[in-house]
């Protein structure tokens, strides 16, 4: 089809809750990812943190080839092998003790709202509330989205869940106002990517896990686009020496296909019992497989520490930039691979600039252009990436 058609198509047969490029990618390769006019583009959105391995990753899909001519669906009243080794894995590379798999970030958030929940009416506590923080982001259900901390996401869809509560992000002050006999834990994200691009100062964290295990109650991570070596550590809490009692994730994890995963201690998973939550695909073998060869390279390779370095290396290229056109840009944030610079207008026409210069970037809160390139990432691709967006920072300029 035509690439004017597939547009057109688009936009009278999907619902338009998207703002999209007028872009059609056919096929992509490591870094690189194709349009159906044969337009190269460096990929530094991966799909919004999901691709670490970049684009149709040999063992990746290997592994889903392989799994699909086996075995493809079976429900969770069966055990698969993928899904027990994925558990297990994900186990032994983090502090979790027992898995849940679920589809995306958001069922993931409310897996663990819910099992915190049920973990206190168990013990005969009443405590049915939660703290989360401003700017925050948790995802798009209606438990999610009780929890997320701004309002543009909320508006027109209330009422929203009861018992949220909102702090402000680093700020331990706020935290311990809110905090009382009702609170069954506080969920956070390590870096608010959503929001921004805001790294949790790490006394900040810490003192959150100090104060929520004085109380008995949950620390909640949501490492769904911080975690698996987006930030130079396997786990964004890595970095911050403290571990909490639940983590979500998702994203990177199905390497591309769509898993959600909660993870948490054997006291927490003391919640839940057969029947309290379920999810039809939730640790599906085809994506289990795919999760498994995502996470064994991501290991052998370490791709983790090679984040970390070239995210210093994204970010000084960054910082250069922003000191060159400082009426454009205010500040360079973020941790390994998820780096943001905040601009001193919205980000949308630049971002749009970049795709026409061969480069795919995003946004976060309007005015923080946002780079979430694959963990592969070399030098030379983060070289090449900056001269694109030097390139579409002059078009930005003649624009105002
Ligand atoms: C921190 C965080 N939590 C949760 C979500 C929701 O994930 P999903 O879109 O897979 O439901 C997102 C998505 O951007 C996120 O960034």
Redesign the pocket.
């Known amino acids: 089809m035509e690439t004017y058609r597939i547009i057109q198509d688009g936009d009278d047969y999907l619902l338009p809750v998207y703002n999209r490029q007028k872009i059609v990618l056919m096929r992509g390769e490591g870094v690189h990812v194709y349009d159906s006019e044969r337009v190269v583009y460096l990929d530094f959105f991966s799909g ?2 999901v691709n670490g391995l970049g684009q149709a990753y040999p063992e990746v899909v290997n592994a889903i080839i392989e799994e699909a001519k086996k075995l493809g669906h079976v429900s969770n009243y069966y055990y698969n092998e993928p899904n027990v080794k994925l558990a297990k894995l994900l186990c032994e590379i983090s502090f979790a003790q027992k898995v849940f798999f679920c ?7 409310e897996a663990s709202l819910k099992l915190a929940r049920k973990y206190f009416r168990r013990q005969g506590q009443d405590r049915p509330e939660f703290i989360s923080f401003h700017r ?6 209606f438990g ?1 989205l009780s929890a997320t901390g701004q309002v543009k996401y909320q508006e027109g869809l209330e009422p929203l869940v009861p018992g949220f509560h909102f702090a402000t992000f680093n700020n331990i002050e706020s935290v311990k106002k809110l905090l009382n006999d009702r609170t069954a834990a506080v969920l956070v ?1 390590a870096v ?3 929001g921004g691009i805001h790294p949790a100062d790490l006394k900040f964290l810490q003192e959150l896990r100090t104060i929520t295990r004085e109380e008995g109650i949950f620390l909640i991570l ?5 975690g698996l070596g987006r930030t130079g550590k396997m786990w964004a809490y890595q970095h911050y020496d403290i571990e909490p009692d639940m983590m ?1 994730s ?2 990177a994890l199905g390497a591309g296909l ?1 898993m ?1 995963a909660l993870l948490v201690t054997n006291q927490a998973a003391q919640g839940f019992k057969p029947g309290d939550h379920a999810s039809t695909f939730g640790g599906n073998p085809i994506v289990s497989a795919a999760a498994v060869a995502n996470i064994e390279t991501l290991i052998l390779k370490d791709l983790a520490t090679h984040a970390a370095k070239e995210g210093e290396y994204l970010r000084n290229g960054l910082s250069a930039l922003q000191k060159d056109f400082p009426q454009l840009f205010k500040e360079v944030r973020g941790m390994g691979l998820i780096q943001g610079i905040e601009m001193t207008r919205k980000a949308a026409s630049l971002v749009s600039l970049c795709a026409k210069q061969g480069l795919l970037v995003g946004s976060a809160n309007e005015n923080v252009l946002r780079f979430l390139p694959p963990l592969i990432v070399t030098d030379g691709d983060i070289d090449q990436a900056l001269g694109r967006l030097r390139k579409a920072v002059a078009e930005e300029l003649k624009t105002a």
């Open positions: 919004i943190a589809n995306s970030g958001a069922e993931a958030v925050s982001f948790h995802g798009r259900t999610a994200e608010q990517c959503e949501d490492e769904v686009q911080t979500v998702a994203k769509p959600g």
